[in-house]
């Protein structure tokens, strides 16, 4: 059981360059989401899902791009990358839509844009 | 506008003693408190949470305190060890808004052998 699972782990871009973040997360939780951490800003919420086909935006979400086509896959697109979006980027799952349960996150995406 | 506040960036505690880690927020709306654990190259693991029909919750070393009149929680760590050195981030969620999990910016815990 591997939890939630990030690649690729380190990603330099241009800017202007395009890429996809994946994420996929094997315990079958419906709610599963994106943050990016900067210093001193803490997590930001980028995007989430309730489940597959149902997509939100959450406090930063310009820029980015999301689809859920599984309930296993969240992946997280940037469409025009800029030096604004360097970041660690963290993908998380939860079993329930909650307000008490825990999300449990993947190890990250550490994103540099020059 | 920053919902969960943590003010205090660091914090360095010696073996043995008590770290106290603070969280204040602004949102009279947050029902669920969490706070999380971060290791560097790691994503944050939960650690211990608390709903707002209660002022305590405590699991083994961690306690988590909520004043919900001054709209602050505080996590106690007792007795500190040196696997406790890490960034601890505070979350807060609401029931009507409970997919939006909101984090405060981290304090970095360091323990002193």
């Known amino acids: 059981n591997a939890g939630v699972t990030q690649t690729p782990k380190f990603q330099v871009l241009k800017t202007g360059q395009s890429m996809t973040l994946q994420c996929a997360q094997d315990?079958?939780?419906?709610?599963m989401s994106w943050y990016r951490q900067d210093p001193g800003m803490g997590l930001r919420l980028i995007h989430y899902?309730?489940?597959?086909?149902?997509?939100d935006q959450g406090e930063v979400p310009n820029g980015y791009n999301v689809s859920r086509s599984t309930t296993e896959d969240f992946p997280l697109r940037l469409l025009s990358a800029a030096p604004s979006q360097t970041s660690v980027y963290f993908c998380?799952?939860?079993?329930?839509?909650?307000?008490?349960?825990?999300?449990?996150f993947g190890n990250g995406t550490r994103l540099t844009v020059t | 506008d920053q919902q969960v506040k943590q003010n205090s960036p660091s914090l360095s505690v010696q073996e043995g003693r008590i770290s106290i880690l603070n969280c204040d927020y602004t949102n009279s709306m947050f029902d669920y408190f969490l706070w999380y654990k971060k290791y560097p190259a790691e994503g944050p693991t939960f650690l211990i949470s608390i709903s707002s029909i209660k002022d305590k919750n405590e699991d083994g070393r961690f306690t988590v305190f909520l004043n919900k009149s001054a709209k602050h929680l505080s996590l106690h760590i007792v007795p500190s060890q040196p696997g406790d050195s890490a960034v601890y981030f505070c979350?807060?969620?609401?029931?009507?808004?409970?997919?939006?999990?909101?984090f405060g910016q981290g304090t970095r815990l360091t323990i002193n052998p």
């Open positions: 998380a799952a939860k079993k329930a839509t909650g307000a008490g349960s825990p999300l449990h």
């Open positions: 899902s309730v489940g597959a086909g149902i997509t």
């Open positions: 315990m079958n939780h419906e709610y």
């Open positions: 979350a807060a969620s609401a029931i009507q808004g409970a997919q939006k999990l909101v």
